[in-house]
């Protein structure tokens, strides 16, 4: 897809595309928080795991959802969030294991949720919020309310069993999940392409009567474009879809992997094709926005996130007596 098909594509309005760009940004500068935060040692425990350099894929995604869709990620699932609207104090707060965060500091960085928003929780276990999903594609048919469970997981959990069960039983009872792959070619350390025989991962997906797509995950345009057309299909009753969005983490796997297992060239080529930096050169080229707009966007975003980390680090741990509670669903 050329950029300019990409564009016309997506349908945006002048203001949602330079919304979105703001969305990436702050995504990025989220992350970027969120790993100097654990240098600072304010961080609880000592796994992170990053989205630099999926920001379109979250973005993207995420403006293509409806209120009333829910959601599942995997442990790298920080921008979907804040896409979708979190407050990024509280999510700090949560990352920083304080008591105001959206899991009480709880959960932490792996195992946030919102029910509110719709956020039905992430999950450290590859593969583990698939099903999950699917419980909330199930819950939306069943009530009858027009949205879509939609369950981001990265190429980690593209050969596991448990999505092949969640298809064949998505498909079969035509439920509303869009499955979308974050593929940012590597499983921890392992290429895709050394796990996966084959890698038609949308074929795959048609296979089990999922109607699968593939698009460029450095362009947010596009996984706009990509991801609308899908969960549209979705919602209209026909059953399940898959979109494999093919992008890249420019950090290694967490937050202490320096990615010893790719070549320098291979991070170059990527990070050439940053999303954020393609997106913006797109709508300054076009007279969208102009450059020193763009600068302020990005100021505007490290401030916010300097001050919500600041707010957040000053915040109270859970008290020893929560230990046990929030265990279990308290009666109704």
């Keep these: 897809m050329t950029q300019k098909d990409a564009t016309q594509s997506a349908g945006l309005s002048e203001p949602e595309r330079v919304e979105l760009l703001r969305t990436m940004i702050r995504i990025r500068e989220f992350e970027d928080m969120v790993g100097e935060s654990y240098l600072r040692g304010h961080t609880a425990g000592s796994m992170l795991h990053l989205s630099v350099g999926e920001e379109a894929v979250a973005a993207g995604i995420v403006k293509a959802m409806a209120p009333e869709d829910v959601f599942t990620t995997h442990h790298r699932g920080h921008g979907v969030f804040l896409a979708r609207g979190a ?74 069993g448990v999505l092949y069960e969640s298809m064949n039983m998505a498909a079969l009872w035509k439920l509303p999940v869009v499955f979308a792959v974050v593929n940012n070619q590597y499983g921890m350390g392992t290429r895709v392409d050394q796990a996966s025989a084959s890698l038609a991962f949308a074929e795959r997906a048609e296979t089990f009567g999922v109607k699968g797509a593939e698009v460029d995950g450095m362009d947010v345009e596009a996984v706009y474009g990509a991801a609308d057309a899908l969960l549209r299909y979705s919602r209209e009753g026909n059953g399940p879809s898959l979109l494999v969005a093919n992008a890249y ?84």
């Excluded at 997106?279 to 102009?290: A, P, Q």
């Design 249 to 332: 983490r420019f950090y290694g796997h967490g937050r202490k992997d320096p990615s010893p297992y790719r070549t320098k060239e291979e991070e170059a080529k990527w990070k050439a094709r940053d999303p954020i930096a393609l997106f913006r050169d797109r709508l300054v080229t076009e007279g969208v926005i102009t450059a020193e707009r763009s600068e302020r966007i990005g100021a505007e975003a490290v401030t916010e996130m300097e001050e919500a980390a600041a707010v957040a680090v000053t915040q109270a741990d859970p008290a020893p007596e929560e230990l046990y509670t929030d265990v279990f669903a308290e009666e109704l």
């Design 87 to 160: 407050d990024p104090m509280r999510m700090f707060a949560e990352v920083f294991g304080k008591s105001v965060g959206y899991c009480k500091g709880k959960g932490g960085s792996m195992h946030i949720a919102d029910i509110q928003l719709g956020h039905m929780g992430a999950n450290a276990i590859v593969g583990a919020n698939i099903p999950i999903s699917l419980g909330g594609g199930f819950s939306l048919k069943y009530r009858d309310v027009p949205g879509v469970s939609v369950a981001f997981f990265g190429d980690g959990a593209i050969n596991q």
